[in-house]
């Protein structure tokens, strides 16, 4: 043990130690001591019974090929010294140690190994037709030991020669025993006797001459091995039945106690000797032996006689020069001779020596197998005298008819037949009544009584128990099988035999009665079949069904003692400790979706979100699929013949740590499938079954194993179109699995030249099938290569026959398990090179396939939640880049406005981009990083180009925009060059005329009061001088403009009332415009949306409605396009911009009747659309032309200058200096300025301080909607609730609005000192200025006008600081006082700055509301053309549909039914997934189907069929249905009826539905 590094491991060896995923060498014919035990297991686990070929090496052993030249030239040519005289052996020869015997390393890992490891290997040893160590001696205490436990997953299977067919557990079985054992020394082989005596093909019992055989042992001797010899019903059988052959190791006549317990048991006693002594010890025994009544045969190894009777029962025979094919010959007619005269009362059962003394069970000793043992009796003791048929239905109650109907009512309520939809119009009815039967079952199966069955599984599983738990779960499927298996082969018995009977019957033409009949019969025997099949994975469904029941209520499960949350958490250890999760019912053809996320839920908590790489495995049925598994894996999939995979079956495989960085993922997770074209499923659609079937596996799988019986490509036709058609619908939703085909049972696979002609002929195949899918999926492919990438010579496999030679005494082939560590190989190359996924997106893979299949189109119907889920955090991320882009530009703009404002009017491109270059590049790093670095990388990759291609269109735009602005800043500077020239000599002016008034008073000596008194007067005066020849600005008259232009074609009194209703602001948000509407006499009505008006006994279409909502919509975009190109801000307003806006809806309105003749509208209605769009406009155009007039108007401007002039003149009054003048003069020009900026910059700081402290604003779009929605509940106002319906941009705009002003008011102190931080800011960088500017005049010696134009060039980014000065600077000599003082003052004027408690952002050239509507209204803003939900893409003009996470009801819109007055109460989502239609613009009659179909506003929009709709929009339409039914004049009645299942929704619950679902 020590050399095989097991020495400290005695009972340490775990099975999860050799499942792990690790590198594996596919040469191991050499291994070293160390990794033996290693090597052993893991050939073992894949049944390849090489194991028993292994040679260990000395980790010194020295080149087996060195020569050693021990001899002399001498003796080389003395032959005789050479061949027969002994050398003296070299101290390397001494001092080598004796070769590992590899019985001894076999025996070794058994011995370190754990309970559950041990039968692992004994279970796979006799899969490999080993021997079995039945009696062990323990190295480290001594006793002999009897493994029970490692026998009780071992079945064998018979057919005596009767023709009775057996499979039993061996544990259970009685068969007779024949014993094996010598005393002495002899000089044949007793374990190769006996593999020529049952099966000559292989080394069932270790010989001398096997491969690793070594001259010494140590663990051997002592062992009791024991095999099974069963016959398959031939002629050319060994043996008429099945019998135990046991071999005891080592002398006889050393191990007492071994022999007396097998000569107790066995049959028959075969003895070998050699030749003995009378007086021997050993001869007591063997007289001992001669005087028992079983038989014995004594084989003489030194005596040559023949078989010889020598008394009844007993025989001899001599083996000494004889060959072995008759020794074995004669042996085998003696066995026979002593079975046939033994009575039945020699037969014995492993079990029974389990009771003999002096011998230890595992089963006893072992606490925690024992107590396992004990619940599961106990649980098993309840089902006794239980008709098997019966007991499901009894004690899991659950699982049976109840989640069978609630299955049925899920289908049904995704898949309406037309039958249904034609009985009531009312399809949310319908549904709502399917949920509430769903709910009322959910109900039933919650009340229902919980047995004493599950009550004592569930209290078994603990985890706290650790091994317990385990050894329960392993005792209740032993003795689960044993319970089943009688029955369940007498009905398969009963099954072929009628399925037979049906086949024959089909041959005959006159039969069809009788046929009919025994086909009823073999459907009532498939469903006994089926009532009888109980396992493990029955239990563990019904604990799911318990945990869908009490989950669908909210209420615990009476009588159950833990909370019904925890049971996930069992099922999650119970998939840790290696057991299968059942992912699909397989007898009720359904995912029970909500256990299956809990657990996948608890799964991730006790894990982490692990990355897996899903491998899943379709085939027809009893095709190997999951024993292909359990030897790739070590994997515990049900192989069993009568219990093949029913549904799916997921299990993780660890990777060790060593292959993670290369596979880069952490488990590779198994999906084991029923087969398809299961005969089980006779009376079922298979087509459909196998179809969704292979659809959501192949799905669900990174990859897909195709397995493939055998070569027939007639019998390999049908399950080829099922996969191809599986791959094509991946292909169609983005899912791109890869896949692989496995050839099984192929006799030989070495002929190359077959094989290549094998892969054509499947080429041929997979493109004829490609052909027929495509056909039913509607697509184009014509190759398999179109549909997936596949390498017909690397993606297709071929496996030997997985027995060598015929059951039940055949071995595995040896070739199989190569082949399955070659496909291993391949599996783990392709995978290092593949995408994996985390199990939530697993989790979420299952929901959205299982989802997408309910409905009957699954292309249409599959819904990526995953990706979905990606791209929104992704818009997340965007809006965040999109957000530093527009705050750094908005910056930027700041400094060139200063800089133009300072008299720079040039801007040129290459400066922008210079500036924003570093903010583009961080941008740009940061996007890089996240595509890279992502855990989602590979979803996020068939994005990026897009979204990298949006930012920089988003950053070129910026650019454009803000040189557009500035070079219209420029023009607009330009514009009043004149003017700045006049304001240049009157400030000139008037700085000198205060200056010489204030030195005509100083000598006087007036008070202050005369001295403002006399400078009004002389301002007054100096003013209305300068501005005599210049007409003042006049303010706008924009109502009376507007109601004089309306009123040239229309009566005065009709506009004035029209305008002072205010009716007209409702336009674009009114329930309809019948009284705006008059219908043409020849007029047929039609339905745009196949819903009919009634109104004064006329039938007025709904298509005009919706005709003219659009026409509105139209002509406001338009107007809105024609007011930017409007230059009111640069040349002031006029009447004509109203003209051009009244021209442009009279044109649209005219060209809109031009086309739609059948009906006319009224004046009225261009009147009130002309008031309309002209209300917005009055906004804009009084803003600009305030702006105009402040820049203009030079009265105005001179105005604002004159206290700046009055505190020129009384500083000159009190004899004030020149330098004292000029920095008064620069205060009084940085005060403003410094303001601006500052509060430019404050509502960028508060803009952004909002979008982390206000949830709302936080992330994108879609979760501004969110809290908008929630607003509109919380407040209930239906008004609001109807402009965010019909005018959703307006109604984002204003919310904006709202949370700012609500920001301002509850965090105005944290503003104030955002404010104040950033006068500080800018503050510091005048002081700074002032202060550089000083040293650096001082040190090139310049004066006061160096000093100002330094001082202004220094400040031309940061403040709007224009470098002309009426002071005469070259009186300012002392630069020092200048400074000082200038520091000073500056000090005092950003104290007065700071001390503001109030904060104007008025003030501000763009609002933080502004700037927050501009970074989230500036995406898409297309409805649904049903319902009217907003897109919720983050960029205008995006490529792809449009989508939103749910829809509305379409009532909600209006839409209501043809031919009647009740308002829709559909969902566009239920009418997409239904058979019935719609009417487009054209009148055309659309399925809802191919909604797309109905013109270009349909077919960019996705909407799947989901029956999950958001309960927020149920609530609505109940809270507000009186004022809908009021606002679109219809009602909520007959087909539109509301359900009453919606009003149970409260508003709590809406506002709760938003978090859950968006």
């Known amino acids: 043990m020590c050399r095989l590094h097991l020495k400290e491991k005695h009972q340490k060896l775990k099975t999860a130690d050799f499942l792990w995923l690790k590198e594996y060498l596919q040469s191991n014919e050499f291994c070293s001591e160390e990794k033996f035990a290693e090597t052993f297991l893991k050939k073992l686990l894949m049944m390849d019974y090489s194991a028993r070929c292994i040679k260990i090496k000395e980790n010194n052993e020295q080149n087996d090929t060195q020569q050693r030249h021990n001899l002399s030239s001498k003796d080389v040519r003395d032959a005789f010294n050479a061949l027969f005289n002994e050398t003296a052996k070299s101290s390397d020869e001494t001092d080598k140690l004796e070769s590992i015997h590899l019985m001894d390393a076999q025996m070794a890992v058994f011995y370190c190994a754990d309970s559950f490891l041990k039968q692992l290997m004994v279970t796979k040893l006799s899969q490999c037709q080993f021997a079995l160590p039945l009696l062990v001696p323990n190295p480290f205490t001594q006793k002999i030991e009897f493994p029970l436990w490692t026998f009780r997953q071992i079945n064998k299977s018979w057919k005596a020669t009767d023709g009775k067919v057996q499979n039993q557990p061996v544990y259970k079985a009685e068969t007779a025993m024949v014993a094996f054992f010598r005393f002495g020394s002899v000089s044949s082989s007793k374990s190769q006797l006996m593999n020529s005596l049952i099966n000559e093909k292989q080394n069932t019992f270790f010989h001398r001459n096997c491969p690793g055989s070594s001259r010494s042992r140590v663990l051997m001797d002592g062992v009791v091995e024991i095999a099974w010899y069963c016959p398959s019903g031939e002629k050319t059988d060994k043996f008429p039945d099945c019998v135990a052959f046991c071999n005891l190791h080592g002398d006889a006549g050393e191990n007492e106690k071994q022999l007396n317990i097998l000569t107790q048991m066995a049959s028959v006693n075969v003895v070998i000797l050699p030749q003995l002594n009378r007086n021997d010890n050993s001869m007591t025994k063997i007289q001992n032996l001669f005087k028992n009544s079983k038989p014995l045969i004594c084989l003489l190894t030194e005596s040559d006689s023949a078989l010889t009777k020598i008394c009844k029962g007993k025989y001899k025979m001599g083996l000494k020069d004889k060959s072995q094919p008759l020794v074995i010959e004669e042996l085998r007619r003696a066995v026979n001779n002593g079975l046939s005269s033994s009575d039945s009362s020699s037969l014995y059962k492993l079990e029974d020596v389990a009771d003999k003394s002096h011998i230890t069970v595992d089963e006893k000793i072992d606490n925690d197998c024992r107590k396992g043992k004990d619940a599961a009796q106990k649980m098993m003791s309840l089902l006794k005298n239980k008709d098997l048929t019966e007991i499901k239905e009894a004690f899991l109650p659950c699982q049976g008819k109840l989640w069978h109907q609630w299955c049925q009512k899920n289908k049904e309520l995704h898949r309406p037949t037309l039958g249904e939809l034609q009985k009531s119009d009312n399809i949310e009815k319908n549904k709502s009544c399917k949920k509430l039967e769903m709910q009322k079952i959910r109900k039933q199966q919650q009340t229902s009584v919980l047995s004493e069955f599950i009550k004592i599984f569930i209290q078994e599983l603990n985890p706290q128990k650790g091994n317990e738990m385990t050894y329960f779960l392993k005792w209740i499927g032993i003795l689960l099988d044993d319970y089943t298996t009688e029955t369940l082969s007498a009905l398969h018995h009963e099954y072929d035999k009628k399925w037979s009977a049906v086949l024959d019957l089909k041959k005959k033409s006159d039969k069809f009665q009788q046929l009919a009949v025994e086909q009823d019969e073999l459907e009532r025997i498939s469903e006994k079949l089926q009532a009888a099949t109980f396992g493990l994975e029955h239990i563990l469904r019904e604990i799911g069904q318990i945990y869908e029941s009490c989950s669908a209520v909210e209420k615990n499960k009476k009588n159950l003692k833990d909370d019904f949350s925890s049971l996930p958490s069992l099922a999650a250890e119970m998939m840790m400790s290696g057991f299968p999760l059942e992912l699909m019912d397989g007898d009720a053809a359904h995912v029970p979706l909500i256990w299956v996320t809990a657990v996948l839920d608890e799964l991730i908590k006790k894990l982490g979100d692990k990355r897996v790489f899903v491998l899943s495995v379709l085939g027809i049925q009893s095709s190997g699929k999951s024993t292909m598994l359990n030897a790739m894996f070590g994997l515990q999939f049900a192989v069993s013949a009568g219990r093949c995979t029913r549904g799916a079956f997921i299990q993780l495989v660890r990777v060790s740590e060593e292959m993670k960085d290369q596979l880069k993922f952490d488990y590779i997770l198994v999906v084991d499938t029923e087969g398809l074209h299961a005969l089980e499923l006779s009376g079922r659609s298979t087509r459909n079954h196998d179809n969704e079937m292979a659809t959501f596996v192949v799905g669900l799988g990174n990859m897909t194993l195709v397995n493939i019986f055998g070569e027939n490509i007639a019998e390999m036709r049908d399950i080829l179109q099922i996969v191809v058609q599986a791959l094509m619908r991946m292909k169609k939703i983005k899912l791109n699995p890869s896949c692989m085909f496995v050839h099984q049972n192929i006799s030989d696979i ?44 690397k993606d297709v496999k071929y496996f030997s026959q997985l027995w060598e030679g015929s059951p039940p005494m055949a071995p595995p082939n040896p070739n199989y398990s190569r082949n399955i560590q070659e496909l291993k190989s391949t599996i783990i190359s392709k995978a290092s090179r593949s995408s994996s996924i985390t199990l939530s997106q697993f989790k979420m893979r299952v929901n959205d396939l299982w989802c997408a299949l309910l409905n009957e189109n699954f292309v249409f119907s599959f819904k990526n939640t995953l990706e979905i889920a990606v791209y929104r955090r992704l818009e997340t991320k965007y809006s965040d880049w999109t957000w530093s882009l527009r705050s750094a530009m908005l910056s930027i703009e700041e400094k060139f406005y200063n800089r133009i404002a300072n008299g720079n009017n040039e801007v040129k491109k290459n400066e922008l981009l210079a500036e924003m270059r570093t903010t583009k590049e961080e941008v740009e790093k940061s996007m890089k990083s996240y595509f890279d670095e992502d855990r989602d990388k590979d979803i996020l990759c068939q994005w990026r180009g897009r979204f990298e291609a949006r930012i920089q269109d988003l950053h070129d735009d910026l650019v454009k925009g803000t040189e557009r602005k500035l070079d219209e800043a420029i023009k607009l500077k330009k514009a009043r060059e004149n003017l700045d020239k006049k304001i240049a000599e009157y400030e000139n002016m008037l700085f000198t005329r205060s200056k010489e008034l204030a030195l005509s008073l100083k000598s006087k000596g007036t008070d202050e009061y005369m001295l403002k008194e006399e400078f009004d007067t002389m301002w007054t005066k100096w003013v209305t001088e300068m501005t005599r020849d210049i007409p003042p600005l006049k303010d706008i008259c924009f109502w009376e403009d507007v109601t004089q232009i309306l009123s040239e074609n229309n009566e005065l009194t009709l506009v004035v009332e029209k305008c002072n209703h205010k009716e007209f602001q409702k336009i674009p948000i009114r329930g309809d415009y019948d009284d705006y509407i008059v219908i043409q006499k020849d007029d047929v009505s039609s339905g745009i949306f196949g819903y009919l008006l009634h109104k004064k006994n006329k039938n007025l279409n709904a298509e005009y409605n919706e005709s003219v909502k659009q026409l509105i919509q139209k002509i406001i975009q338009e107007t809105k396009k024609t007011m930017k190109k409007t230059s009111v801000r640069r040349q002031g307003y006029s009447d004509i911009y109203i003209q051009e806006i009244t021209d442009c809806v009279k044109k649209l309105v005219k060209k809109h009747q031009s086309k739609n003749q059948k009906y006319k509208l009224r004046k009225e209605f261009i009147i009130d659309l002309c008031l309309y769009v002209c209300e917005f406009a009055h906004k804009k155009f009084t803003e600009c032309h305030k702006e105009f007039k402040e820049a203009n108007d030079l009265g105005m401007y001179l105005e604002k200058q004159k206290t ?16 004292t003048i000029l920095i008064n003069l620069i205060c009084s020009k940085l005060e403003p300025s410094i303001l601006e900026t500052v509060y430019n910059k404050t509502a960028l700081d508060v803009a952004a301080q909002m979008r982390t402290d206000i949830q709302s604003l936080r992330e994108n779009r879609s979760n501004l909607e969110k809290y908008i929605l929630k607003s509109l509940a919380e407040k209930e106002d239906f008004q609001q609730y109807i402009q965010y319906i019909h005018q959703p941009k307006k109604h984002f705009k204003q919310f904006i609005k709202n949370e700012v002003d609500k920001y301002f008011t509850e965090q105005n102190k944290m503003i104030l000192n955002l404010f104040r931080g950033n006068l500080k800011q800018k503050g510091h960088i005048v002081s700074n200025a002032v202060h550089a500017v000083t040293a650096e005049v001082k040190n090139n010696g310049g004066d006061g006008k160096m000093w100002f134009t330094s001082f202004t060039k220094t400040l031309t980014d940061e403040l709007k600081f224009t470098g002309e000065s009426c002071v005469d600077l070259r009186e300012i000599e002392d630069l020092d006082f200048l400074e000082n003082h200038l520091s000073e003052h500056l000090e005092k004027m950003m104290s007065k700055l700071k001390s503001v408690n109030d904060i104007n952002m008025e003030k501000c050239r763009k609002k933080p509301d502004e700037i927050l509507i501009d970074h989230f209204c500036q995406c898409c803003w297309v409805q649904c053309p049903f319902c009217k939900a907003i897109c919720t893409g983050t960029m205008e003009d995006h490529s792809g549909d449009h989508t939103v996470p749910f829809h509305r009801n379409i009532g ?52 799947t069929p989901d029956n999950s709709e958001l309960p927020y929009w149920k609530w609505v339409v109940c809270r507000f249905q009186k004022d809908l039914e009021k606002y679109y004049r219809k009602t909520f009645q007959g087909s539109g009826e509301i359900p009453e299942e919606w009003r149970k929704h409260t508003k709590e619950n809406a506002i709760e539905s938003l978090d859950k679902y968006i």
Do not use: H
């Open 1204 to 1219: 700046q002039y009055y505190n020129v003149f009384k500083n000159y009054c009190r004899g004030a200096t020149t330098t």
């Open 750 to 793: 070495s002929a190359g030249e077959r094989n290549m002609e094998g892969r054509r002929r499947l080429q041929e195949k997979l493109d004829e099938m490609t052909k027929l899918a495509a056909k039913e999926e509607d697509s184009f492919f014509q190759f398999f290569c179109e549909v997936i990438a596949f390498d017909v010579q």
């Open 1452 to 1503: 909600l819109k209006g839409c209501y039914y043809r031919g009647t007055t009740n308002l829709a109460i559909s969902f566009c989502t239920t009418e997409v997934g239904s058979d019935r239609c719609f009417r487009n613009s054209l009148d055309n009659r659309i399925p809802w189907k191919k909604y797309r179909e109905g013109g270009p506003k349909y077919a960019n929009w996705s909407i």
